[in-house]
C-alpha cells in the first residue's frame, strides 16, 4: 500500500461483523482460562497481552500502524516523547555508558539528556548538527552505545545529514536514533536513510489537535545487535527468565527489551482512549502534512519580505542554509514550523506575539491550529547562554506554527502584528 492508504488501514483489518473502526479496549486487565496460560505469556508476552501497563489492543493497532508508516517491524507507544527519547537511550544505556547526540535537538531533551541522565551515570556527548563525518566518528569513546538526533530540530529547524550520521554510528558498531517528530514519516523515513531506531513526540503532528500527549518508539530490525557491544541483548536477562532477546526475538530485539524491561518497570504506556485518538490524527495526517507545507512556505515567504525581520529559519525557502539537504530528505516539504528572529530582540518579539489575534500563544507546536512560542522564555528558558546559542535560539527568536486556516488569514494576522512593532 501507499502511504496514504497505510495511514486509514494498516494496524487494524477488522473480521465479518467487527467494529470498521478500532475499538477502544478500556480494560487493565486479560483473562486466561487456567494458570498454565497465563504463565505461557509471562514467558512470551508476544503470545498474548498480560496488562494494560505494557500492552493493550487499541494501542498495539496504533504501534503496528506506526510501524508500517515509518518501515519497521515493530513499534513502542509511550506515555509522551520525553518518554519515548528517555527509554530509547535507557534500553542500551547504563551507568558508566555515553552516547552522542545533536546539540540542536528540543530544549527539553537536551535537559534529559544533559541533567537528568548524567545524574544517573550517563554521559551525553553533543556535537554540531552539522559535523562532518569524521568529528562524528572520532566523537565516539569505547563506552559510547549510540547517536541521537532530530529530522528536523526544534525550534533551530536544522535538517539532520541522516546518512552521514547513520555512516558514522554504523563504522563504529553503533545505532543511529532519530526523532522524526517535525517530519513524520510522510515526509522523511529516517529508516530508509540508515537510521536503526525511530522516536516521535506523537503529541505533535501525528496526533494533530492537541488532544493528547504520547510518544513512540520505532525498531526498524535493521541493526545486528550481536556486534559484542550489546550484551544487554545478547546475554540472558535474570529479571525475565534468562530471556535472550537477540536469540528468543531476532526479528526485534530492541523493541522487545523495552516493553519486556523497561514499559514493565517504567509503565509509562497510554491510555487506551489516548491511542484511540492518537489513531484518529493518523488517519489524516497525509493530508495533512501536504497543506502544514503548502501554507508554511506561503507565511515563511511573507517573514523574509518583512523589514521587521532579522532572520527566517525554513529549510524550504530558497537560499535557506538547510535548501539543499532538505531536497534530499524533505522533497515533500519541510513541515508547518517556521524559526523567526525579530529585529529588536526579545522586547520586539513579545510584542509581536501579543499582537496576533488567530494564532494562540501557547506551549504546543505542530498543532492543526496556528500557534506561537518564544523558546528562551518556554521551552528552552533552563538552558545557559551558550546551550542557547547551539540550539540556534536567541532572545527574539520565535516559533511559528502555521496551521490550517485559510493561508490568506493566517498571513493578515502576521502582517497586523509586525505593523504593530
Request: net charge negative; hydrophobic share 40%.
Amino acid at each position: 500500500m501507499n502511504i496514504e492508504t497505510k495511514c486509514l488501514h494498516s494496524g487494524y483489518s477488522p473480521k465479518n461483523g467487527e467494529p470498521r473502526v478500532v475499538p477502544i479496549y478500556q480494560s487493565t486487565t486479560y483473562v486466561y482460562d487456567s494458570t498454565d496460560a497465563v504463565a505461557h505469556v509471562f514467558d512470551d508476552p508476544s503470545a498474548g497481552l498480560i496488562y494494560s501497563r505494557f500492552a493493550n489492543p487499541t494501542t498495539d493497532a496504533v504501534e503496528k500502524k506506526i510501524a508500517d508508516l515509518e518501515g519497521g517491524v515493530a513499534a513502542m507507544c509511550t506515555s509522551s516523547g520525553q518518554a519515548a527519547s528517555l527509554l530509547s537511550i535507557l534500553n542500551i544505556c547504563e551507568a558508566g555508558d555515553s552516547f552522542i547526540a545533536s546539540a540542536s535537538i528540543y530544549g527539553g531533551t537536551i535537559n534529559l539528556f544533559a541533567v537528568t541522565l548524567k545524574r544517573m551515570g550517563i554521559e551525553c556527548i553533543f556535537v554540531d548538527c552539522d559535523a562532518d563525518y569524521e568529528t562524528l566518528k572520532a566523537a565516539c569513546k569505547p563506552n559510547t552505545k549510540c547517536y541521537f538526533g532530530e529530522t528536523i530540530a526544534n525550534p533551530a529547524l536544522t535538517v539532520l545529514d541522516i546518512e552521514t550520521w547513520a555512516k558514522a554510528a554504523h563504522d563504529n558498531g553503533l545505532p543511529l536514533i532519530v526523532d522524526n517528530t517535525f517530519a513524520t514519516p510522510i515526509l522523511c523515513r529516517p529508516i530508509e536513510w540508515g537510521a536503526d531506531i525511530v522516536v516521535h513526540s506523537t503529541s505533535k503532528y501525528m496526533d494533530g489537535h492537541a488532544v493528547q500527549v504520547g510518544g513512540v518508539i520505532v525498531d526498524s530490525g535493521k541493526f545486528d545487535w550481536t556486534n559484542g557491544k550489546f550484551p544487554c541483548l545478547t546475554e540472558p536477562d535474570e529479571s525475565y527468565h534468562g530471556t535472550v532477546y537477540t536469540r528468543d526475538y531476532p526479528f526485534a530485539p530492541y523493541l522487545l527489551k523495552a516493553r519486556m524491561q523497561l514499559m514493565r518497570d517504567f509503565g509509562c504506556y497510554p491510555a487506551a482512549n489516548s491511542s484511540f485518538l492518537l489513531n484518529l490524527g493518523l488517519e489524516t495526517l497525509a493530508v495533512r502534512m501536504k497543506q502544514y507545507c503548502e501554507n508554511a512556505l506561503k507565511v515563511a515567504e511573507v517573514f523574509a519580505a518583512s523589514d521587521k525581520v532579522a532572520k527566517v529559519s525554513y529549510a524550504g525557502l530558497k537560499g535557506d542554509k538547510y535548501y539543499e539537504r532538505a531536497k534530499k530528505y524533505l522533497p515533500l516539504g519541510c513541515c508547518g514550523v517556521i524559526s523567526v528572529s525579530i529585529k529588536g530582540g526579545r522586547d520586539n518579539a513579545v510584542k509581536f506575539m501579543d499582537s496576533l489575534k488567530l494564532a494562540s500563544n501557547e506551549v504546543h507546536v505542530a498543532d492543526i491550529r496556528t500557534c506561537v512560542l518564544h523558546p528562551a522564555s518556554a521551552t528552552h528558558r533552563q538552558l545557559t547562554d551558550e546551550q542557547l546559542v547551539a540550539a540556534g535560539i536567541d532572545g527574539g527568536l520565535i516559533r511559528f506554527s502555521v496551521g490550517l486556516e485559510s493561508v490568506e488569514d493566517i498571513i493578515a494576522d502576521v502582517n497586523a502584528a509586525l505593523s504593530a512593532i
